[in-house]
């Protein structure tokens, strides 16, 4: 349950498998004639900042409310064309480092006892095979103390090879280059009085665009044959090996992290050369460390079958292998390490072949970013989710001017999506997603929630100004509905869907989406609960009280559905891949079966509906499907749409596909597996085996719990087999629910460890 592997390399970059440290990223094709490992470095990126913040928004602000609340859909969408959307309509996109190809020229045809493989544990890849009587074994792995990417390729006779160094289009027939040039260092005693390192190869980067960053990418190669023969020469830029033992290692700065970016990757070099086997050591070790806090493991597991294979068959080990692959991914794409521009994982986590990737490949924060985290604290890997609070950060400063100019509004606001540049205007011109400034708070709850896994109160009063500044734009922004009730948002809309009025006209927006309401209690809430937390006399408080006061309810349908709108509106789209009013089912926690059961039940009717209407056709809404579904605590609905996620949007390498891919669907995929075994959203509740199929047989070790609790146990056919392991992290009281809700118990010492049987603690 640990590994992917495979009986042929990779024909298409969806089948290469990933590494990396969090800021440098490789996709190993396990090529027997020409090796392609595709790299990436988080902070190549097209361009630099810019001024994007609509000048006329504010003056035109009332005109817009006026026209929603009219119904008044052409005013309101020229007004938003108009005034609203930003010039330029994009931010920045993410591209792709470069090429390293290792010319073998092993004639696939000849090459037998092929094994190609990613070892979840170690985070290594590996390809081993025999040509022509000689065995060739290849290891991969990337590094973060120092930061590099290591390969070693050996073989059991002295073998020849070139390494190429290119940046090129993610089609390789394309002949098009996108570096600034490439230099060859080999072994002669000019380029050691010249101080420079012997046998590398040097590519600058110049992404372009006003203001870009630069890249400075070194490739080096040494060999260390036990017979000292091995020999490294400098060929056309290229380098040529022959050698049967040669580490290559791969390093990387950019201009955003430092000025001095390209001494910096030289420095990273010389730190890594002497001492080979000692820094692939320790990184091995540091991936186990992180890796054995929590593991799932599911029966019957078919490890012994190719991973693209097992695809097709779909037997219970491959969730567990999905699930642990996912947090694999976590730990490799999101991760602070010695970065100094760390940044979250984004569309596609650090693994991008395209110079155009989809939608930029940007951070997408009406959904995408948010579930890249939904895994992170239940998963035991809360500093994965580090570098999205430091990106946080960044948007908190940017997004004052936005908020300000825009709205008129204090504290700071970011609307559907954001860029390396924490670009907080509106982005595309797209009706149903562009003016949505909403985005920034629900990055918020992450904050609070950090908390309530964690305990790291120096880590909620570090992110504390963050969330404040969020309250205030938001009781700023809050307007009197047309009845004088309640407080409502305005212009507001239900992310990237529409609607249809009572008169047929399609409409895009509103006054008080059902998200909106539900995104705002919940940071209005975390406001209060993280000023009594940190004893934090709040001036805000007051106000943030009477705004929660006056909130609009809820709204179940005339036809039973939960209302995606103020008004009992048609959907335009019924089958649509957002479920943005489900928001407060998961990941909010105000909708539960014991607490709300006419709002579940409503809710359930809703996700009814879009199944019959074609939801979760993309990898990423059929995750939340799966987490929505869990928590209705719907084993069946969970189990069919995971079989779906498996079956439709996951490519050979496991990757999830929007299509193409996004990596947003492997973390929910995984999160959702997590709530079919354990939730804790209630406070002081934690649910075993809540939407677990009855068939399922496993163990789970280390899962993380709110509250501060790490628990272990075994289940087989659905039910508790033997104890349940609870450790206390913090001391706080909860209360374990077993299945069927058959037994409780309460836990209050700090660092207490219990082992309890379900049998024993019956109601």
Same mark, same amino acid.
């Given at each position: ?112 006892? +092929? ?206 292998? +999905?699930?642990? +692959? ?259 089912? +998961? ?177």
């Amino acid at each position: 349950m640990s590994e992917l592997w495979y009986q042929q390399p990779a024909a298409t970059w969806e089948e290469a498998l990933p590494l990396g440290n969090g800021r440098l990223g490789a996709m190993v094709h396990g090529r027997t004639d020409t090796e392609m490992i595709q790299l990436n470095e988080s902070t190549v990126w097209f361009g630099g900042p810019q001024q994007r913040t609509p000048e006329d928004a504010l003056s035109n602000l009332p005109a817009l409310r006026e026209a929603i609340r009219q119904g008044n859909h052409t005013e309101a969408e020229r007004l938003a064309t108009t005034y609203f959307f930003s010039n330029p309509a994009s931010q920045r996109h993410y591209e792709p480092l470069g090429n390293l190809f290792l010319d073998f020229e092993h004639k696939p045809e000849q090459v037998t006892n +092929y094994r190609r493989s990613l070892d979840l544990t170690k985070g290594v890849s590996h390809v081993n095979y025999d040509y022509a009587n000689v065995h060739y074994d290849r290891q991969m792995i990337a590094t973060d103390e120092p930061s590099a990417l290591i390969m070693r390729v050996r073989s059991s006779a002295k073998s020849r090879f070139l390494l190429r160094l290119t940046r090129m289009s993610d089609l390789e027939y394309e002949s098009q280059e996108y570096h600034d040039w490439v230099q060859t260092v080999g072994e002669n005693p000019l380029s050691r009085a010249l101080g420079r390192k012997e046998n590398t190869i040097t590519m600058h980067v110049t992404p372009g665009g006003k203001g870009s960053n630069r890249a400075c990418c070194i490739v080096h190669v040494q060999t260390i044959d036990q017979d000292r023969k091995g020999k490294v020469t400098n060929a056309g830029k290229n380098l040529i090996v022959n050698s049967d033992d040669t580490i290559i290692y791969i390093v990387a700065r950019t201009s955003v992290a430092s000025e001095n970016y390209e001494s910096k990757a030289e420095w990273d070099l010389s730190t890594l050369g002497q001492t080979p086997d000692f820094v692939w050591y320790r990184r091995v070790q540091r991936n186990q460390k992180i890796w054995d806090r929590m593991h799932l493991e599911l029966e019957p597991d078919s490890a012994d079958i190719p991973t693209d294979k097992r695809l097709i068959a779909r037997d219970p080990g491959l969730v567990a292998l +999905y699930h642990n +692959y996912s947090r694999y991914m976590l730990m490799s794409c999101s991760y602070e390490g010695n970065s100094a521009y760390p940044l979250p994982a984004n569309l596609q986590g650090i693994w991008n072949p395209s110079f155009h990737p989809a939608w930029g490949c940007r951070f997408t924060i009406n959904i995408n970013l948010q579930m890249n985290y939904w895994s992170a604290n239940v998963c035991n890997l809360s500093e994965c989710e580090l570098p999205l609070f430091t990106h946080l950060s960044r948007l908190a400063i940017n997004g004052k001017n936005t908020a300000q100019k825009m709205y008129g509004c204090r504290g700071w606001t970011a609307h559907s999506n954001t860029d390396i540049w924490a670009d907080t205007d509106p982005v595309d011109r797209w009706m149903p997603g562009t003016l949505w400034p909403l985005g920034g708070a629900w990055l918020c709850c992450h904050i609070w929630e950090h908390f309530q896994f964690t305990g790291e109160q120096n880590t909620l009063r570090k992110y504390f100004w963050i969330l404040r500044g969020c309250v205030e734009f938001l009781l700023d922004f809050l307007i009197v509905d047309s009845q004088g009730k309640y407080l409502v948002t305005c212009p507001s809309l239900s992310p990237e869907n529409s609607y249809r009025d009572k008169k047929g006209q399609k409409g895009v927006f509103c006054e008080g989406s059902t998200i909106d309401i539900q995104i705002i209690n919940a940071v209005l809430r975390d406001f209060e609960s993280t000023t009594t937390q940190l004893k934090i006399d709040d001036s805000l408080l007051p106000q943030v009280r009477e705004a929660r006061a006056r909130l609009p309810p809820l709204i179940i349908s005339q036809n039973g559905y939960l209302q995606e709108w103020a008004e009992d509106h048609e959907e335009v789209e019924p089958g649509h891949r957002h479920t943005s009013h489900l928001w407060g089912l +998961y990941p909010g926690n105000t909708i539960t079966p014991e607490k709300t059961p006419e709002l579940a039940v409503a809710c359930r009717e809703t996700l009814r509906r879009r199944a019959e209407h074609g939801g979760g056709h993309t990898g990423w809404s059929r995750a939340w499907l799966i987490n929505l579904f869990a928590r209705l605590q719907d084993a069946g609905e969970c189990q069919k749409h995971l079989g779906l996620l498996l079956e439709k949007s996951t490519l050979p390498n496991l990757f999830d596909s929007h299509p193409p891919f996004q990596i947003d669907g492997n973390f929910g995929g995984a999160a959702g597996i997590v709530e079919m075994l354990v939730q804790s959203h209630e406070p002081g509740v934690i649910r075993l085996l809540p939407a677990c199929p009855s068939d399922w047989t496993g163990k789970i070790h280390g899962v993380r719990a709110r509250g501060g609790f790490e628990l272990s146990f075994q289940f087989e056919n659905g039910c508790i087999v033997g104890e349940v392991l609870i450790c206390s992290l913090r001391g706080e009281e909860a209360t374990v629910v077993f299945p069927g809700e058959r037994g409780f118990r309460k836990f209050i010492e700090q660092g207490g460890s219990y082992r309890i049987r379900p049998e024993e603690y019956v109601r």
